[in-house]
């Protein structure tokens, strides 16, 4: 009894180290398949009973987004000048404010040339139900949290960013102190500690989030169904490529900024895969900052780059609300001019920044654009059923977005040198 026991523990045992040894990309590629399988065959029944599965994944990785981004970037501004931060910020806002706006033109562009939408009519009971978008000002302040405590406990990652570089430049100056000094090193030494301990457990998540995915998958595909998908097919193929298209515009600058290009997708393919999966920048951050680290990638760059990324830069985002204001003009019959293109391109890239990167932010900045420039609210409508089809794409180019800013930028730091080494087994 006890030997038969005992060699059902030892297969086991086999098994999982089999799984934890093979490659993450492999595991997350066939995580991948059975879910879309699964979603597609599968009745309701057998898809919710995965759902919790993709719930853990969701929290583990929102668990792991505050200590991720509060101990990274302390240590990240500690690693330089307080004059070096303010280059590096500088440098990071020019940067994806640049990429957001011509990944607006991109989505114009390919959308102008492909016509999405032509053809179509719009039903007259097409009703949607769309939460305000916060005013810039509100975006401004929110930048600094009335209290510490509840911006963490809300996840607003402006707040958050901003608490992380004051206490970081606070320490660095403190550092310099002939008083304070030797408190401040000890202090950062925590800090440091603290940031290797939540490194450790996102090793941990690693394992499970082939898991995760699966099941995320599996739901989503569920959700959407054939129907759904043939319906709008033809925006959501204009939509990936005009998402191909930036990618390929990412590739080409870091070409020019001497960017291993091979390098860079064998290490980011991960958390591409994961913020496709679950929809959300924010909380694939604790992914993206394992795959920078990976990558060789400057920590002092990358530690205050990607959070700051994860909450204003939304170049997927910014290609979804252009294609949808050309196909919401095709669809009402009245193409867009020069001028309404131009207001597009501007409007969309502000309604971008401060956005959250969580699932169905999307329809909430493309009901403002259309607010602003004067096209149907009623078209949301439409384009809320392929919400998690088009979200998908958007998210991961986001987060490739962060990660070849990442790479450029901390390239061009003088004490940031990108070399690319084997990553540890996972």
Known sequence: MFRIIYSRIEAMYAMFKMYTQSSLILRITIALILGIGVGLLADQQVVDWFAPFGELLLRLLKFLIVPIV???????????????????????????????AIAMIVGMAVASVLSPGAGMQLASDAVVEVKSQASIV??????????????????????????AVTFGLALLKLRESPVHGNAAKQVLTVVEGLNQATMMIMRGVLHYLPIGIFAIVAGTVAKQGAATITSLAGMVVVFYVALFVHAGLYCLAMLVSGVKVGNFIRYARTPIVTAFATQSSSGTLPITMDAASRM???????????????????????????ISAVFAANVIGVPLDLMQMAQIVIVGTLATIGTAGVPGAGIIMIATVFAQVGLPIETVALLVAIDSLVGMGATALNVTGDLVGAAIIGGSEKDDAIEYESPPTV
Do not use: C, E
């Not at 303010?86 to 806002?93: A, E, S, V």
């Not at 509840?150 to 707040?159: I, K």
């Not at 205050?304 to 910014?318: E, H, K, R, S, V």
């Open 70 to 100: 509060l101990f990274t970037l302390i240590v990240g501004v500690n690693q330089g000048s307080t004059g070096g931060v303010g280059r590096l910020g500088g440098k990071t806002i020019a940067w994806y404010l640049l990429t957001t």
């Open 138 to 163: 509100n975006v401004v302040l929110s930048i600094v949290p009335d209290n510490l405590f509840t911006a963490f406990a809300q996840m607003n990652m402006l707040g958050i960013i901003f608490t």
């Open 296 to 322: 060789g990638l400057s920590h002092r760059a990358y530690s205050f780059i990607l959070p700051l990324g994860a909450t204003i830069n939304m170049d997927g985002a910014a290609i979804r609300i252009a």
